[in-house]
């Protein structure tokens, strides 16, 4: 038998409720996803995306869209992988996150929210590859603004083809960076933490040394947004008729 995927000490809400009995699986190897979703009571089995994450970000009119894009290719290739090899235990849920950041625009005035700024061009931040890169992209960032988006995707049964139904979520978060001398930056390069992290730093590490303050959830900016995703757990149970019926 499958092992089920709930917490003894989750809340007893009603969509956590319809949780006790199911497969509960999530596309990723990041521990840190894992962690967080066990903050909501949910301690998923983890099954890792082979996706290649080859998606054009250029090839979306909307940026926000390209990590939901990415994390439905986690989904439901993973989804898909399960079912073919053990059609009689199929996943009730799987989850994929893709979380990105984003370039933002800055602001004539230090009295001007960020989040009320007008919509503009907004370009991917890549992981650095290098200490070099690394560092590049710390001083860029150093004293401004960033967007942290992830992309939240649920694959779950249903009767109609081709099986399964896909529902998902973007959450995003500002990140203010506080003005580092640069050999704040050096030493934090030199550390190694933001290698081949998303913009380069990790807030729940050393990185928060370099982070003034944030607009909105810090566990996005950590890879997955838990409140965000209970309270579209909540929505799916309350308006989707097929959500874990099967």
Request: proline share 7%; glycine share 6%.
């Amino acid at each position: 038998m499958a092992p089920r995927n709930l917490l003894p000490t989750a809340l007893k809400t009603p969509v956590l409720k319809k949780l006790e009995d199911k497969r509960i699986v999530l596309a990723s190897a990041s521990p840190r996803r894992r962690d967080i979703l066990r903050t909501i009571g949910i301690d998923p089995e983890i099954v890792p995306s082979t996706f290649e994450e080859d998606l054009s970000p250029g090839s979306f009119d909307d940026i926000h869209e390209y990590p939901v894009a990415t994390a439905t290719q986690k989904a439901v290739e993973v989804y898909e992988k399960l079912v073919a090899e053990n059609p009689d235990d199929p996943p009730d849920l799987v989850i994929g996150a893709d979380t990105v950041v984003l370039t933002h625009v800055q602001p004539i005035s230090s009295n001007i929210s960020y989040s009320l700024l007008p919509a503009s061009r907004q370009d991917l931040l890549e992981k650095p590859s290098t200490k070099e890169d690394n560092l590049r992209m710390l001083m860029d960032l150093n004293g401004h603004v960033c967007e942290v988006v992830t992309g939240v995707v649920v694959v779950f049964p249903v009767l109609q083809s081709p099986g399964y139904k896909i529902q998902s979520i973007d959450e995003r978060t500002l990140v203010h960076f506080a003005d580092s001398p640069k050999h704040v930056l050096k030493a934090y390069v030199e550390n190694g933490e933001g290698v081949d992290r998303a913009g380069g730093f990790a807030i729940q590490g050393f990185g928060s040394i370099l982070v003034k303050k944030i607009e909105g959830d810090y566990h996005n900016v950590v890879g997955f947004p838990a409140a965000s995703f209970y309270k579209f757990l909540e929505l799916l149970h309350e308006e989707d008729e097929d959500f874990l019926e099967i």
